[in-house]
C-alpha cells in the first residue's frame, strides 16, 4: 500500500512539475513575443487570453496616457474600432430573434429616405459588407471634415440618408463599408426606439456585466480611464484626437476584461441564441454564389489547421483584435494605443505558444524559379481604386512594384505560384488572378484591373472648358475647377488645393484617396455639365456644373 501511495504521489508531483515547467515555457516564449513590439515609455496595450470561460494569461505593458505617464491597467478603456461591428450585427440579430425586422428586409422598410437608390439594399447586404453603399470617410472628406472635426452620429447618418448612388449592384461584389454599420445602428435606433448606445448598455453590457463598456455618441461626454491614442513622427510622440462620436461601424470604449467577456458569450450562451451565433458564423455569398470569407460582423479563416473566428479594429491611434478558435474555446483579446501598433503577430502568436500541440506546420513549399520570360505576364498598369495605379514591371528575372508615374521600384520576393509580398507594408501581398491582382492587407484584400493607360499631356487640352463651380446636394458642397501655371487646380472651402492630373479624355486624377479620380460629362451638345469624383470607396458623386 505504502508503495502504491508513493507511486501515485510521484505521479503527482511529476504531473503538477511538468504544469508548472510548461508554464514557465510559455511565459518565456511570450516575453520574447511581446519585447519585440514594445519599448519603454511608450504607449501600450493590454492582452487577454481565455480559455473555456477562464483567464489564462494577463498582461499590461505600457501607458494609457504619456503626458502624465499613467500606466495601462484592467479598466482602461480603448477605442476598439470595427470590433464595434460585432456588436451592431448580434443587436441587429436580437431584434430578428423577436420578430422585429428580417435581414433579408429591403433597408428602405426602416430608412425609406432611401428610396432613391438605384438598386434594393438588404440589411444582411449592409452586414455582410456586400450593398455597394458608398463609404462615410470618403464621404465626409469631401465635404471638408476631418477626425480632428466634431461629428456627430446624427450628422454622420443626416450625410448617408441624402445618397442617391451605389458603388456597384447590391451583392455583386465585397466591398468594406463603414457606412453599412452606422446605418444598422440607425435602424437599431428606429426599431427598438431607444438610441443605439441605450440599446447596447441595456441588451448587452449589462447582462454581461461589461460594466466599463460604452458606445460614444455623445461628443462631449467625459470617458473615465480612456487610453489617449498616439502616432510617432521624427522620435516624437503626438497626441492623435478623435472627435468623432460615431457608433456602429466603431465607437465603442471597452476593457480587455469586457472584451473577454463578450468573447466568452460565444462559447458559454448567456445572452442571444443558439441561432444568432450560427447566422453570426455563416459566410456571406455573393450574387453569383461566390463565398466570401466575412459573416456577420465576422471574418472566418483557417490558420495552420485551426479553424479561427476574427476581426480587427483600428480608429485614431487606437488598434485592436479579438481572436476566437471555437472548437479550444480559446479567445484572444488585445488592444493597443499607438498607430504603428499592429496586433496581428501577437495575437497569432499567442495562438502558436497557447496551441502549440495542435498547431499543423505549415508544409514548405518550393519558390517557381522565375525569370523574364514567365514574369511579362505579370508585367502593365492596374486600377486598384478609382485613380490609383500601381505598375509592375520585370527586370533581372524579378518582379517590381513602381507607383504609376513613379520610377522609385520596389523588389516584391516571390511568396508562391502568382504570389509575392509587397514588404513595404507587414501582412500584404499580391496575388495575381486573369486580367487582374488582389492586393491583401492583412485580413482583406482589394481586386485590381489591369488596364490599358494612354493619358493625354496638358499642352492637348482646353483647359478653360473645365472651369467654373461644381456643386453636389448629397454632400451639400462645392468645388472650384481653376487654372493656376497652365494645370487645373481643384479648390474647396476646407480642403486643401490639389492638382488635376490627365489621365484620359475628359478624366483626371489626384493624389488624394477621396478624390481619386474626376470624369467630367457633357450633355448632348458636346458641352460640359457636371462631373464624377471616385474616392477609394465611393463612386461616381455627381457634382453638376453651376452655370
Partial sequence: ????????????????????????????????????????????????????????????????????????????????????????????????????????????????????????????????????????????????????????????????????????????????????????????????????????????????????????????????NKALSYGKQNNKYYYIPLNRSIVGSTGLYTTINDLSLWANNFDNLIIGSKSIFKKMEAKGHLNNGEIIPYALGQELKVYKGLDVIFHGGGDAGYRSYLLRVPKHKLNIAISGNFESFNPLNISYGLLDIFLSNYIKKPIKKELPNYTNKNLKKFEGDYQVFPGLYITIVAEQDSLFFKSYGNDNKLKLPVLGENEFEFPARTHSKFKFITNGLNWHFSDFYYPAKKVTLNPPIYTDIDLKEFTGIYKNNEVETSYEFIIKDNIIIATHNF?????????????????????????????????????????????????????
Fill in 1 to 224: 500500500m505504502k508503495t502504491l501511495f508513493l507511486s501515485i504521489f510521484t505521479m503527482l508531483t511529476f504531473s503538477v512539475f511538468a504544469q508548472n515547467q510548461s508554464q514557465d515555457i510559455n511565459a518565456q516564449k511570450i516575453e520574447v513575443l511581446l519585447n519585440e513590439y514594445l519599448i519603454k515609455n511608450n504607449p501600450g496595450m493590454a492582452i487577454s487570453v481565455a480559455k473555456d470561460g477562464n483567464v489564462i494569461y494577463k498582461k499590461n505593458r505600457g501607458y494609457s496616457n504619456l503626458e502624465h505617464m499613467i500606466p495601462i491597467t484592467d479598466s482602461t478603456k480603448f477605442v476598439v474600432g470595427s470590433i464595434s461591428k460585432q456588436f451592431t450585427a448580434f443587436s441587429i440579430l436580437l431584434l430578428e430573434d423577436e420578430g422585429k425586422l428580417s435581414i433579408d428586409d429591403n433597408i428602405t422598410k426602416y430608412l425609406p429616405e432611401l428610396n432613391r437608390l438605384p438598386h434594393n439594399i438588404t440589411i444582411k447586404h449592409f452586414l455582410n459588407h456586400t450593398s455597394g453603399f458608398r463609404d462615410n470617410t470618403d464621404l465626409n472628406s469631401l465635404k471638408g471634415r476631418t477626425d480632428l472635426d466634431r461629428t456627430s452620429q446624427i450628422q454622420m447618418v443626416n450625410l448617408l440618408l441624402r445618397q442617391k448612388g451605389l458603388n456597384f449592384i447590391p451583392g455583386s461584389r465585397f466591398q468594406y463599408c463603414n457606412s453599412g454599420y452606422i446605418l444598422l445602428a440607425e435602424i437599431v435606433k428606429r426599431v427598438s426606439g431607444i438610441t443605439f448606445a441605450e440599446f447596447a448598455h441595456k441588451r448587452i453590457f449589462e447582462p454581461l456585466n461589461m460594466k466599463n463598456s460604452l458606445f460614444l455618441d455623445d461628443p462631449g461626454l467625459v470617458v473615465k
Fill in 495 to 547: 480642403n486643401s488645393d490639389v492638382e488635376l492630373k490627365p489621365i484620359d479624355k475628359d478624366s483626371f486624377i489626384t493624389d488624394l484617396p477621396y478624390i481619386g479620380r474626376i470624369e467630367f460629362t457633357r450633355n448632348s451638345k458636346g458641352n460640359i455639365d457636371g462631373c464624377k469624383i471616385s474616392g477609394q470607396n465611393s463612386y461616381d458623386v455627381f457634382f453638376y456644373k453651376n452655370e
